[in-house]
């Protein structure tokens, strides 16, 4: 499977979230301070994610670079029960304001 990745030049060597987490307000899928790496199944995807949350952008910003990742077998996949997904996990919107 391939994943792709597009993020500031600062995060691009790191698996660490910290660049989400770090985020003043969060990102869209978790909280301030709560690491997480997003990631896509393309690269149209990752494009579209990251102009979602430019507001008026007129240019992708020059600091952005995309990252493919290989990834293969299941060393690492976990699969969670029903009962363990959050309350809301499918309401409308971004679970964090």
Sequence with gaps: MKLYR????EHAGKL???????KKQGARWNATGVPMIYSS?????????V????????????NHVLIT???????GIRRLS???????WNAPGPPYP
Excluded: C, N
């Design 6 to 9: 597009i993020t500031g030049a």
């Design 41 to 49: 199944e393309s690269r149209a995807l990752a494009f579209a994610e």
């Design 16 to 22: 660490d979230g910290m660049g989400a987490a770090g």
């Design 69 to 75: 990742y290989d990834i293969t077998g299941t060393t």
């Design 51 to 62: 102009v979602a949350h430019f507001k008026e952008m007129r240019r992708f910003p020059v």
């Design 82 to 88: 029903q009962r363990a997904w959050p309350t809301g």
